[in-house]
């Protein structure tokens, strides 16, 4: 061997001290599995607060058949609204009524 060669040396012993690992309950990959949460969350918030929709079913009118009087919508239950300003919107959001 000469004076310029170098020589390296390796170990496959397992190490004296143990490493840092973060608690498995913390572990970003189990944390993942929870992500739907806060968006079911949010949408049941946003139906709590503003209600179901509802699909637009019939309407009433008097005379003239574009100045609507009341609307009959379906959705989670059957309710009937009185048309603002003369009009009944197709989609609706509305609360239960019980």
Request: hydrophobic share 35%.
């Amino acid at each position: 061997m000469s004076d310029n060669q170098r020589v390296t040396s390796r170990s496959f012993a397992k190490r004296d001290r143990p490493r840092a690992r973060i608690s498995r309950a913390f572990s970003l990959s189990r944390l993942r599995r929870f992500l739907w949460l806060p968006i079911v969350a949010g949408a049941a918030l946003y139906l709590h607060m503003n209600g179901t929709p509802h699909v637009l079913f019939q309407y009433q009118h008097l005379g003239d058949k574009r100045f609507k009087t009341s609307c009959t919508y379906v959705g989670l239950s059957i309710q009937t609204t009185s048309a603002r300003n003369g009009k009944c919107p197709i989609v609706t959001f509305l609360h239960d009524s019980n």
